[in-house]
C-alpha cells in the first residue's frame, strides 16, 4: 500500500464523517414524522398501546342464571399527539353468563359502522327487528342488522358486519368477576 491510498482512504474517512452526522441528525425528525409520539432520539421507543385505567368488577351474585347480563362501560387511556397528550374512550361493553357457566364479555361497538348494540334476550323480539330468528339471545345492531351470537363467540349470524366484536379479557376471582383489558387491535 503506497502513501497515497492511505491519504486517499483517511480524506474519505473524514468525509464519511459529515455524512453520517447528517443522516443521523435527519433520522430523529424522521421518525417522528412516521410516529409523532416518538420522543427525540428514542428509536426504540415501543408501540402506543392503549392503557386500561382500572378494572371493571362485578360480584358474580349478579349472575346467577345463563344469560343474566351487565351493562358498564370500560375506560382506556391511548396517547395522542395533541397538546393533550392523550385521548380517553369510555368502551360500552356487555357481561353476560353463558349456559356453560363460562362468560362473554364483549365491546358493544358494532365492528360494521361503530353503532352501539344491543343485548336482545328474546329471538321473538330479533326476529321482528332485526330480521332473523335466532335459537336464544343474540347481540343486534339497530343501525344495519347485524346479529351476533353470544354462544358461538359472537358469530355474525346476520347482516353486514365483518367479523365478531371485540372481546374483553377478564378473570373470576374471588367470587368477582374482573374485566381487566381490551383485545388489541382497535375499539371497533
Ligand atoms: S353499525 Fe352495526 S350493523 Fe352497521
Redesign the pocket.
Known sequence: MDMETTRRDLLKGFLAVPVLGTLLAALSPFMRFLKPTIKPLNYMQGPDLPKSVKPVIFDLSLFTKPFDAQAFNFIQVNKEYTAIGTQIRDIPGFAIKLPSGDFAVYSRI??????V?NFVPNPDDVAKGYNYRPDGPVFA??????VFDIQKEGKVVS???PRPPRKFVYKVENNQLVITDLETGGVA
Open positions: 358494532c365492528p360494521h359502522l361503530g353503532c348494540f345492531c339497530p343501525c344495519h342488522l347485524s347482516g353486514p358486519a
